[in-house]
């Protein structure tokens, strides 16, 4: 598989997986107005999929649905963030949060991207992830600064949560060749975008990113547990009917 | 008395009557149960739908479903405004609603178990609450009736997704279609029933049609839901669950068989297959949201603080 | 679907639903003994699975495992109590009792079936199944009657737990024709047995089954939405591999 | 001193200690460190396995697996039976546990992620254990040498079960042998590394063979393993990835490479890829069972009370 083509899976696997995670919330939300958000971002993770799909169909020779629903948890390449699960709200959250601290100044990067298609694809995305972290940033900083409880909770997602943001800012080989092509941004500002939103922000909601180890492996298909139930929901109707239109 | 005649003597002539308005207890109680009712109904909606959000079978499908739930959501929201004009409170409603005291419609406590489900709730459920909101759109409430002008708007959008749905599914596979017919033949009786008992068993629906917020009768909003939906079935190549059903050319309108009525006001009594889990899903969500709305407040109230200690 | 076929999906879709219930709790039970317990009932259960559909794989052209992996929900007839989910331990625990309660009453019924197959796979799993409502009933009466905590606990297990009782011993036209054969038992022996097992076994755990309103469907393949994820979980891996042996 | 002479005497003299019998606070110490990471690492290594029999792709694999972890917690409480014959409770032990105190065999701290990983467990790290245990059935301390009997006969039949997991998938379609050359690409190292370090960095090694509860060294069992798997991994036709493994005609045995030995101990350390999964997994299954475990306390001391009075 072309660089191109593993970075595009990646972008678009990152925002399937999520937008699945944030799904699950539809009706469950703890106010109405974080179930039309939730169900609101899920439809934009999803929108970006596609797009992103579409930019490989051609070269991997699957449509974007077969991309969705027709590989194996091995192939799949979102970071383990995105994967990890609705233990509270706390935590779909935090994941959220975290993931737009990356996801943003990714984009910003792309939207100069040498590649009009990418650039195009960016300028769309970067303006419905700008509203996204607008509000993530905004209930994180309300709830970490909250009660005790709402404290206690959003401090508990973070500690768990914040290992994998070190799999959401990882590059390899397939990315160097990229950057050096001008398709997708270098690391280092996106790194430094991220480390200034999420120290500022953190401060604000007077929570603590721990230290120790950090987590990598979903970029290359070495997910978590979680991953294969989340497929198996996810592609039963597709899988118990191969062939069928929908 | 005077006033009730001039209130009255509005509702005739055409005039919208607005929250500032003096109204009658029973309109204002009246409205209140039957807007809350419905934003209810937009709230439990989500559920066996929103079932169906991480199953949904294509991207696009997935996409079209979260848009839709999120838009019932939105519903929920201007319904549980328009309610607030009335001077009752969200929360107030919302503790109808998790206590079990407050109705929604019984048709969501029917369950959602295949995605044709998806599709019949569209095609079906929402073509049925188009034809009892259509005339809702000009009731004599103005907050209300803004609030269906809207809500009417996108649920034609869902029922023509719904629609789709099964279209999609009858042109498919010999299993694609037989889950569409399964599903019709589970949901076709529960739409029927969705217009309420018939008019002859209908409480409060003289004084409401009087006040301007019931504008038809069940029965005749029931028979041109099957006049509408006859020929769509047919041409999906699908077979309605009624023997009964025939063309009658004297009234240029289908005559079909009669819905368990029996079912119907067990499944309102809260026998239905999933009022439980409704009610429980709603609950949990409230439950383990509490330290989320209060974290919230908590908030609130040290910027509050602070900025009067700034002034 | 012959009668026979379709009693036979019955109990072999109970065992199996049941089974796979059972399993989730490995490694998660509140005691290591609990842990051996489940895992030596679901292992019982899978066995009892394997039985009944043996029995019906030649009428219906299916071996056993595509019976299992390869039909959907609509098709799956065990009853609604067996799909319901780990809520607690107590819901796991109710559970199975309840289930045992109509087992062993049932199994008993058909050690004495006309049919010589039926009658011995029945001698077989009726030793297990004995062994499995003595541990259950000893639990229920032990935590019914324990610390304020456990008692309400069983007790909102067995509210939730009771009406799916109905479809349990529910019987239709496919059952009156095999009892007419002297294939399985009647229905009256089977639910006086449950009533009186379950009177005084409640009694003694200071519990009560509640009143009100009943609910059956799961033998007619009309089940909770639970049904679907359990299928999209269990039936994931050979539906991702259509033809391959395992 | 003259007991510790005795003791080491009677070791020498392959005469088993029993609970009973004086022995130096260090070989108890010892022991119970070894046996109960041995149990720890029993309860723990039903979760990786566990998180496969809702997913076992056929009902004899199901059956088979749920055998198999009913004996992982089988075996996990025999050997906190034969520590508390060192005099430390299953409490003790399970507190260890849970605060992260205790050790567990690394190995599973690894996901799994597939089918395949299922059989390689068998194969692999089961191989591994069975090679680290046969000679401890011979060890010195009556109680875990008898476990160890017990223990050895039922891995072996996992070890075969493992096998033949492995042996259907590369009998089988082009994807399930893909699937066991990926799982044997992530489980070869670690399984390797379960030996424990080279015995030139192995702390109380010597000790512990001298009291008879070590009876080979890590880098000898690990030749024997190597040996014995490489012959069975050509016979699948998988390729281990060891770009340094070869035959060595004079020592008659494979060399091998080296392995990451800063993973080896960075996993000890608690960085693993499972470590916090693994502990949150025990420790909510621990908390979520507390009512469980007190209700039955609470029944007990009715009963007891009840008795007294009755007496």
């Not at chain 1, 593993?6 to 469950?28: K, P, S, V, Y």
């Not at chain 2, 006049?227 to 009624?242: I, K, M, R, S």
């Amino acid at each position: 598989m072309s660089p191109f083509a593993t970075f595009c899976l990646r972008m678009g696997d990152n925002a399937l997986i999520l937008g699945q995670r944030t799904g699950e919330w539809c009706g469950h939300a703890p106010v109405l107005e974080e179930d039309i958000a939730f169900a609101n971002m899920g439809l934009d993770l999803i929108g970006q999929t596609q797009l992103w799909y579409g930019m490989v169909s051609d070269e991997l020779g699957k449509s974007p649905d077969d991309l969705a629903f027709f590989r194996g948890e091995r192939e799949f390449l979102n970071t383990l963030l995105v994967e990890q699960p609705n233990t509270d709200f706390a935590h779909a959250l935090m994941r959220q949060y975290l993931f737009d601290a990356w996801h943003l100044p990714m984009l910003d990067g792309l939207t100069g991207s040498t590649n009009a298609d990418v650039a195009a694809l960016a300028e769309k995305s970067v303006k419905e992830v700008r509203y996204h972290i607008d509000r993530s940033r905004d209930l994180i900083v309300r709830l970490g600064d909250g009660s005790p409880e709402s404290h206690d909770r959003m401090q508990a997602a973070l500690d768990w949560l914040w290992p994998f943001t070190a799999d959401l800012l990882a590059r390899d080989a397939a990315d160097d060749t990229l950057v050096a092509e001008g398709m997708i941004p270098a690391a280092a500002p996106v790194q430094q975008a991220f480390d200034w939103e999420t120290a500022e922000t953190f401060a604000r909601a007077t929570l603590t990113a721990p230290d120790g180890p950090r987590r990598t492996g979903g970029r290359t298909g070495n997910h978590s547990e979680h991953m294969g139930y989340l497929l198996a929901v996810m592609q039963s109707v597709p899988r118990a009917h191969p062939g069928a239109h929908w | 008395s005077d006033q009730d005649k001039a209130f009255q003597d509005k509702i005739d002539r055409n005039v919208r009557i607005e929250p500032r308005d003096w109204m009658p207890e029973g309109y204002r109680k009246t409205l209140i149960r039957q807007i809350s009712q419905h934003a209810h109904s937009e709230i439990v909606g989500q559920l066996p739908e929103g079932n169906w959000i991480t199953r949904a079978p294509s991207l696009q499908r997935k996409a079209i479903l979260l848009a839709k739930v999120q838009d019932e959501a939105g519903h929920g929201l201007y319904l549980y405004c328009a309610a607030e004009t009335l001077g009752v409170s969200r929360d107030e409603l919302t503790e109808q609603l998790l206590s079990g005291k407050a109705k929604y419609s019984s048709i969501f406590n029917y369950p959602t178990l295949t995605w044709a489900d998806v599709g019949m709730i569209g095609w079906l459920v929402d073509g049925a609450a188009i034809m009892n909101q259509v005339p809702l759109q000009r009731c004599s409430y103005g907050p209300y009736s803004r609030a269906m002008i809207r809500v009417c708007k996108e649920e034609s959008f869902h029922q023509r997704q719904g629609f789709d749905i099964v279209r999609a599914l009858v042109e498919g596979t010999e299993d694609q279609k037989a889950m569409a017919q399964d599903a019709l033949n589970r949901w076709w009786w529960p739409a029927i029933m969705m217009f309420g008992p018939p008019d002859a068993d209908s409480t409060h629906s003289e004084q409401s049609m009087k006040w301007g917020i019931k504008l038809n009768s069940n029965d005749e909003l029931r028979q041109k839901f099957v006049d509408q939906t006859v020929p769509q079935a047919e041409w999906l190549g699908l077979t309605l669950p009624d023997p009964d059903l025939k063309w009658n050319e004297d009234r240029q309108s289908y005559d079909f068989g009669t819905p368990d009525w029996d079912e119907f006001f067990n499944v309102i009594k809260g026998n239905g297959i999933c009022n439980r889990e409704r009610l429980d899903a709603r609950n949990k969500a409230w439950d383990d949201g509490a330290w989320f709305r209060e974290g919230l407040m908590a908030h609130a109230e040290k910027t509050t603080k602070q900025n009067i200690a700034a002034e």
